[in-house]
């Protein structure tokens, strides 16, 4: 069992052994280390419960606490707060038990089914900065989920559909009359037609710019968009090796950012259920007409703000990215039944998220025990806290940012490292970005620091896989100790108590982190717990260490350190190099 569980389970104990009686103990961290290492605060409610001075209480508590051999000292402050000093038998039982299995200190007993919807890009067009946090939010909380015993799926939700299509199939068409797609007997044979993403980047923006600028060629896609979502077969086909060709760029990026998802689902998927949804929701009679669109009231009573009904179909007929989304969960539900949809999206789609959730349960399309979770997340700008943009005033792509990072990364490495530099160089730049990306709380915004975000002496990825590279060859040297077990029976400094006592509070910075899905905590933490292994790692001999027993305990508290640190830089998804 968890230690700080056990510890906690056991007070509860001793309170009922004192007639008290209370649901749970939770004893957490002390705010004021001098005093204790943890405290227990429940004192005070359960005092006036009972009609008792809380100060007696806490010292007949006390008395049977300072019985514990988990715990050396244990005294009372203020009020009734319960000062908790662990005892050196229960750390080292700790960092033996962590050593035999590293899990202990991320399970959490939670194994729900949770569906993830991140990434978000959109075929034809740039993956750009905006992306970004989209990419590296999702995937970590998907690890983290992971890591504490859920299962995920993952859906990348491509934007492949709708009347953008329209108008990039319209601008080939212009250009190119003569393609077999284009002719009535075309029936889906392969074509010899080749198009690059750089080809679609290019077309996008003509295309959308002449269809806002003239009527006739925005009907026209209009058009070409209807037909496509009937299966046109030449505008199927097009429209295919459009998204094959967006695809091929999309995945690279993501490679490059260890994300990965189980599904490669777009809303052209979704569109398929389209009409049984609409079926279902027009058998609940839930469907009005207004103004010529249709839409789902979804205000409720207790609103502060004003929530505008959903608009199903627009009043020209096109079917809205409300509407989509339903059809998105429409399909979930159906195929996958998960415990919980989690979307990670730019916090400015607040009220879209809120309109489609509302509309889902109100209508029945999900039950209302399906929990739908909208996890927006702050902008990043650029340095000077304006929309991050290249230098020429365009919208900054995301294969600019990795680029410009690893050359940031590659001036920096290390002279002496003659092989795979570019690889180096990009690991050390993605866990530079990602690091950066995942520190603020998830809602804040940041700014675009390149020489802060890749400093070796800051909070940053670069620190943190420098730090853990180097416990990585201090280990591998230690092999030439033939040390036969690794096990920690000494705790010799105060630092080596504080490095142990940060591994203690671990689970409940990965249950925090989970129940407010967010990154911020974890990357803090990692920084902390280097710092202080880093401090130890200055002051104490390791490997030239003399007494065998400091010596082998050392090495475990650092081969323990390194597990950690390599678990939690999975979960946020950075990859850690040989060396560098
Ligand atoms: N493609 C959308 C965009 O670029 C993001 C999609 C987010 N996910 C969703 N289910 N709506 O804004």
């Not at 943009?389 to 940012?401: E, S, V």
Request: overall charge negative; some cysteine.
């Amino acid at each position: 069992m968890y230690k700080i569980a056990y510890l906690e389970n056991k007070i509860k104990e001793s309170l009922a052994s004192l007639g008290y009686d209370t649901p749970s103990v939770t004893i957490n961290p002390s705010s004021r280390p001098e005093l204790g290492d943890y405290q227990y605060n429940g004192i005070m409610p359960l005092a006036k419960k009972y009609q008792q001075n809380p100060i007696e209480l806490a010292n007949s508590l006390v008395s049977l606490i300072n019985e514990y051999p988990e715990i050396s000292e244990s005294n009372v402050a203020g009020p009734g707060f319960i000062n908790l000093k662990f005892s050196d038998a229960f750390l080292i039982d700790f960092m033996n038990e962590s050593n035999k299995d590293i899990n202990i200190n991320y399970n959490q007993d939670i194994n729900k089914t949770i569906f993830l919807d991140y990434g978000g890009p959109n075929v034809a067009k740039i993956l750009h900065v905006g992306h970004l946090r989209s990419a590296n939010i999702g995937e970590a909380l998907k690890r983290l989920c992971e890591t504490i015993g859920c299962t995920t799926i993952s859906d990348v939700h491509l934007g492949d559909w709708g009347r953008p299509m329209g108008m990039v199939i319209l601008e080939i068409k212009t250009r190119y009359p003569d393609l077999p797609y284009f002719k009535d007997n075309y029936h889906g044979e392969e074509v010899a037609f080749n198009l690059t993403n750089d080809d679609l980047l290019e077309l996008y923006p003509i295309a959308t710019t002449k269809a806002k600028e003239d009527a006739k060629i925005m009907e026209e896609a209009r058009q070409i968009n209807y037909e496509l979502q009937n299966k046109h077969p030449g505008y199927y086909a097009l429209w295919q090796k459009i998204v094959e060709a967006s695809l091929k760029e999309i995945k690279e990026i993501y490679e490059d950012l260890n994300v990965s998802f189980d599904l490669w689902e777009g809303e052209s998927d979704n569109f398929q259920y389209m009409d049984e949804m609409f079926d279902y929701l027009y058998s609940k009679n839930i469907i009005e007409e207004s103004e010529g669109a249709k839409v789902i009231t979804v205000r409720e009573e207790n609103d502060k703000i004003e929530i505008p009904p959903l608009i199903l179909v627009k009043s020209n007929g096109a079917v809205s990215y409300e509407a989509t989304d339903l059809a998105a969960l429409w399909e979930r539900t159906h195929k996958y039944n998960p415990d919980e949809i989690w979307y990670m999206t730019d916090k400015r789609q607040v009220l879209h998220f809120t309109q489609v959730f509302r509309a889902s349960t109100k209508s029945g399309i999900t039950n209302p025990d399906l929990k739908l979770v909208f996890n927006g997340f702050g902008t990043m700008n650029g340095p000077d806290g304006k929309p991050f943009k290249t230098r020429d005033g365009g919208t900054m792509p995301l294969k600019n940012l990795v680029s410009m990072v690893t050359q940031e990364c590659l001036k920096r490495l290390n002279e002496n490292i003659t092989e795979n530099r570019e690889k180096i160089a990009k690991d050390i730049a993605i866990a530079a970005i990602k690091y950066a990306d995942l520190l603020p709380y998830r809602t804040t915004d940041y700014n675009f620091d390149i020489e802060k975000f890749t400093d070796l002496n800051g909070k940053t990825g670069t620190y943190l896989l420098y730090s853990t590279i180097r416990m990585k060859s201090l280990l591998n040297k230690s092999q030439e100790l033939n040390i036969k077990e690794y096990n920690l029976t000494t705790i010799n400094t105060d630092i080596e108590r504080k490095i142990i006592l940060a591994m203690l509070d671990l689970k409940r910075i990965i249950k925090r982190s989970y129940e407010n899905c967010s990154l911020n905590e974890i990357c803090e933490y990692l920084y902390k717990i280097t710092s202080y292994y880093n401090n130890f790692y200055a002051d104490n001999h390791i490997l030239t260490e003399e007494n065998k027993e400091i010596q082998t305990s050392r090495l475990t508290l650092t081969k323990i350190i390194y597990d950690n640190n390599c678990k939690l830089l999975n979960i946020l998804g950075i990859n850690i190099p040989e060396k560098m």
